[in-house]
């Protein structure tokens, strides 16, 4: 079956634009995470979705970083006025159960 | 605290010969682990996972791990290494009891095959 889809794979936006990435989580998974990989942090968690839940958002860097998840599938990603900071691959993960994650292929975001 | 130590940043093996990638946790309660592989450009891939059935998890291509408790170790292991096992692993605990399953990454290691 279809796995979960982000877009785009890779965007290049300048410095102090808005960019919002999206995720197709796989179809019925109720559980939907945020990651950003980067070569200095690694890989760190950004924010978890669970059902109609409030999302926990504890990792979320700063408060230019938001993102919301409609009808309980797909999930949008959004950074405000981008910093060179942010430039990092955001994977996105589903899963039907709170403990198997599956990822998708990622958004590679260069900020210039 | 949960947290997952990869005691190798990089790990080089000759094609045919055994894998070894090292993990230890530092977990409160018995920790859920896993093993994920990311091939250049590609998406995370689960490897295998620990679900406290058994100490012995068999995963995907051939990988296996051991749990060990007394040790808080959660080594990955392969018999014979294969060129296309050339890839970033990533030893995972996941925060399950009370946040919803996020996960802890290690620092990975870069695992090289050469001929």
């Known amino acids: 079956g279809a796995g979960v889809s982000q877009s785009p794979s890779n965007k290049v936006t300048e410095k102090g634009k808005d960019v919002e990435l999206r995720c197709d989580p796989i179809?019925?998974?109720?559980?939907l995470y945020w990651y950003r990989q980067s070569l200095g942090q690694g890989l760190e968690f950004l924010i978890y979705?669970?059902?109609?839940?409030?999302?926990?958002k504890s990792g979320l860097p700063s408060d230019r970083f938001s993102a919301e998840r409609t009808g309980g599938s797909v999930s949008t990603l959004t950074i405000q006025r981008t910093q060179q900071e942010d430039s990092a691959v955001y994977l996105c993960?589903?899963?039907?159960?709170?403990?198997?994650?599956?990822f998708g292929p990622g958004t590679r975001l260069t900020v210039t | 605290a949960q947290s997952v130590t990869q005691l190798d940043s990089h790990v080089s093996v000759s094609e045919g010969t055994p894998v070894l990638l090292r993990c230890n946790y530092s977990?409160?309660?018995?920790?859920?682990l896993f093993w994920y592989v990311q091939h250049p450009n590609k998406g995370l891939q689960l490897l295998l996972k620990?679900?406290?059935?058994?100490?012995l998890v068999k995963g995907i291509n051939g990988f296996e791990a051991e749990f060990k408790k007394s040790e808080t170790s959660f080594h990955l292991t392969k018999p014979s290494a294969h060129m296309s096992d050339a890839a970033e692993y990533f030893c995972?605990?996941?925060?399950?009891?009370?946040?919803?399953?996020?996960?802890?990454f290690g620092q990975g290691t870069e695992l090289s095959v050469k001929p």
């Open positions: 993960a589903s899963s039907p159960n709170n403990y198997e994650q599956y």
């Open positions: 179809s019925g998974h109720t559980a």
């Open positions: 979705f669970q059902g109609n839940s409030a999302p926990d």
């Open positions: 977990s409160s309660y018995s920790p859920s």
């Open positions: 620990y679900t406290s059935a058994a100490t």
């Open positions: 995972v605990v996941s925060l399950i009891y009370n946040q919803g399953g996020k996960l802890i």
